[in-house]
């Protein structure tokens, strides 16, 4: 047994289950086995090994942030651009973690294995999750594509962690986004613009603003998807944050960042982005309000 400081990764793929009853035992194991051969790949390309395969998901360690993040990237890119099989296109979640860890007969443990195991839970087809604690284990310029989401309290742990999404996907015109935190607080401070139907909103640092259905709300969303009151937006250390309180959960998609679902929980909005209150903001729907930072007029 050894102590050592590690980066985890789990892998899942998504919706294996319905692609095993569509196709056929057979035909969907070779079709896994061909995505599982290319991530091992890639695990092994960026200094990782694979520790285990669980069902259809693995679990690798790598010798620091860096190289997970890296590899997390390389094995949604290789999962992405596989073939289909009879129409049905394999999707890949993943979730990786820095930080202590126990080795003991080639297998990994710890409070870091455990946080992991809870992120690719929590992660939607083709995203990868990751903590604020790993974030500041990577190199700036990969600091640069993560972003906050909420925080999540884990089972047997004092200390809730922060979640954040890694955008893995890159548009070769952007060398860097600018996910600093804005101040709020100073002369020329920034306000939130909300568009909803052709009106637009502002929400200044010092207010908060409701979402949903209720005609009390500041914003009226008359989407039968929309809870009485769905969400709120609302200034807080130095961000502006959309807090869901839904039946049916509250969709934010950022500019150059995957969709997250947030259910009774917080994330930090970007620059610019969408929102749906019960569907999907992807579709870009009557529903779907846009939103985007801009700094006050003097």
């Known amino acids: ?13 998504c919706e294996s289950t319905a692609i095993y009853e569509s196709l056929g035992d057979s035909r969907a194991l070779a079709l896994v086995n061909r995505l599982f051969a290319l991530l091992q790949q890639k695990v092994t390309a960026g200094g990782g090994a694979v520790v285990k395969t669980l069902g259809d998901g693995m679990v690798c360690q790598f010798p620091d942030a860096d ?39 080639g297998d990994v443990f710890g409070d870091t294995v455990n946080v992991c195991s809870r992120l690719v839970g929590l992660a939607n087809p083709s995203q990868v999750l990751t903590t604020q604690q790993t974030v500041e284990a990577l190199s700036p310029g990969l600091r640069t594509r993560c ?14 962690v922060t979640v954040c999404d890694v ?10 986004m600018n996910l600093t935190r804005t101040d709020l607080t100073q002369p020329g401070q920034w306000v939130l613009k909300l568009t909803y139907q052709g009106e637009t909103y502002t929400v200044e640092p010092t207010a908060a603003i409701r979402l949903g259905r209720d005609k009390e709300n500041e914003v009226v969303v008359a989407s039968h998807l929309a809870s009485r009151v769905h969400a709120r937006i609302f200034a807080r250390e130095g961000h502006f944050v959309l807090a869901d309180q839904s039946s049916n959960g509250t969709f934010l998609l950022a500019d150059n960042a995957n969709e997250v679902l947030l259910r009774r929980a917080e994330a930090v909005l970007g620059e610019r982005g969408w929102i ?5 903001a992807a579709s870009h729907g009557d529903h779907v309000l846009r939103y985007r930072l801009e700094r006050r007029s003097a």
């Open 147 to 160: 972003r906050q989401l909420y925080p999540l309290k884990v089972k047997g742990r004092a200390e809730e």
């Open 167 to 176: 955008m893995w996907r890159v548009d070769p015109d952007v060398t860097e």
């Open 67 to 105: 190289a997970a993040f890296r590899a997390a990237c390389d094995m949604h890119a290789a999962a992405s651009g596989l073939a289909p099989e009879a129409q049905h296109k394999l999707a890949i979640k993943t979730g990786f973690t820095y930080g202590p860890v126990v080795l003991s007969g």
């Open 1 to 13: 047994m050894e102590t050592a400081r590690r980066a985890v990764l789990f892998a899942d793929v």
């Open 276 to 280: 749906g209150l019960g569907s999907p």
